[in-house]
């Protein structure tokens, strides 16, 4: 639910028609809002966060206790696709690259994916599987997959192999934020033990997000980087509250404001 900040970022990117950028990669709830908008679908990822993804049906600790999903993917993308479908043959048309991260379940590790319009869907849900609090896996192409963001946090480094030298970078945390805490990370470990490969992807994901961090500070002499990120967000991985997402959205569109400006100072 953090990604409603990055909403508001693209939403007013939308509206102001700055689109400057030859490749978008992003992992889990990032990838989702790049994909809407590529698609040029204005709106579209704030209808997600304050419909969709608010609905009991999705978010629901009791259901986990009781050993189902707490975050019901399944569940998400049937609504997404009944409600308010993707155009993922805009994305595919589009001048600008749409590249996607998920983590493969026998490796640990982020495999990168070009989605065509046939896969789109399916690949959008891999990227999107969180661990543990959804617990199945997504195959794609006979490959079982979950979150992009367990091997790819935040993939600037990718973008910079791939050639970028100018990123403008959006973050759903707070520029100062570590990454995430050890206790977390040895809880999903243990919860994942028959995983092995996730297993060793949780211990070294303070370590790649930490990395990632540095790149972003202290960039390459021949990169720069557009810094997006939060400050003061409320929202929580789930929360639902309306007020408060609503909030964090218009901290997007101000923050999207000045990340134009930023990008044409360089």
Do not use: K
Not at 121 to 132: E, I, K, T
Not at 231 to 242: A, E, Y
């Amino acid at each position: 639910m953090r990604g409603v900040f990055a909403a508001g970022v693209l939403d007013v990117f939308l509206e102001q028609d700055f689109a400057p950028f030859d490749l978008a990669i992003g992992s889990s709830a990032g990838a989702c809002n790049l994909s809407s908008h590529l698609a040029r679908q204005h709106g579209r990822n704030r209808r997600c966060f304050f419909n969709q993804m608010r609905r009991r049906e999705f978010v629901d600790a009791g259901r986990f206790l009781r050993g189902g999903h707490w975050l019901d993917i399944d569940y998400l993308w049937d609504a997404f696709e009944r409600e308010d479908p993707l155009d993922a043959a805009a994305i595919v048309a589009g001048p600008t690259r749409l590249v996607v991260a998920a983590t493969a379940v026998d490796t640990g590790a982020p495999v990168w994916f070009e989605p065509d319009a046939a896969s789109m869907s399916q690949v959008l849900q891999a990227s999107s599987a969180v661990p543990v609090l959804f617990r199945r896996f997504v195959e794609v192409d006979g490959r079982a997959f979950t979150d992009g963001g367990l091997g790819a946090p935040i993939p600037v480094e990718e973008a910079y192999q791939r050639g970028a030298r100018r990123i403008l970078v959006i973050r759903s945390r707070p520029s100062d934020f570590p990454g995430p805490s050890r206790v977390e990370c040895a809880l999903a470990a243990r919860l994942l033990r028959e995983h092995p490969a996730l297993v060793a992807a949780f211990r070294r994901y303070r370590a790649i997000y930490s990395r990632a961090r540095a790149f972003i500070a202290r960039p390459p002499v021949d990169c720069r980087v557009v810094h997006v990120a939060p400050d003061g967000l409320r929202t929580s991985r789930i929360t639902r509250d309306v007020d408060v997402l609503l909030a964090d959205y218009q901290r997007g569109r101000a923050a999207g404001v000045r990340a134009m400006r930023a990008w044409a100072a360089l």
